[in-house]
């Protein structure tokens, strides 16, 4: 990776949830087991295959991996630094970004719940920040939080695909 500049975002932990200024709430279902789900959720060199956008993934240290690892991600060119901040498995995954390419956010923390449903797992996606000017942006035309659900409605059918072995 060739050096770039990064902004730094403030400090936050899982309390952030409650008390950031913004705080958007998606979820969706997916006809796979919730091990499943969380061990693809959890294996930072699949997402590049099924989220959106992702070009790659990785974290830094040896395994096992769990709260206080730190993740790198390039999301559409904007290189993030985050810190997993939850890691039960296999029902809670979150993590705060540290510092990014692109500052679009004072602070952020996201959280990914997996509960077990009757035909899969549901995924409840949360994002809380305190969100800057050019966080509008992203979502283009449309409401963020639907902006939001629609990505993560994307990425679970590719997922589905990834996992049938249908995409890769």
Known sequence: MSEQSFFDFRAV????LATAPTRYIVSAEIALPRQIVWNY????????HWFPHVNRAWYEGEQ????????????AGVIHEETMVAWDEPVCWAYTINR??????AAQIE?????ETEVGTKIIWSLACDP??????????QNFEKFLETL???????????H????N
């Open 41 to 48: 959720f959890s294996d930072a060199s699949t997402w590049c």
């Open 100 to 105: 990014a390419t692109e500052q679009l956010s």
């Open 132 to 141: 800057l000017e050019a966080w509008n942006f992203l979502a283009g035309e």
């Open 64 to 75: 096992p991996y769990g709260v206080g690892t730190r993740r790198m991600s390039d999301v």
């Open 111 to 115: 959280v990914t719940e997996f509960e």
């Open 164 to 167: 049938a072995g249908t995409i």
């Open 13 to 16: 932990d899982m309390d952030y």
């Open 152 to 162: 993560l409605n994307k990425a679970l059918g590719n997922l589905a695909s990834y």
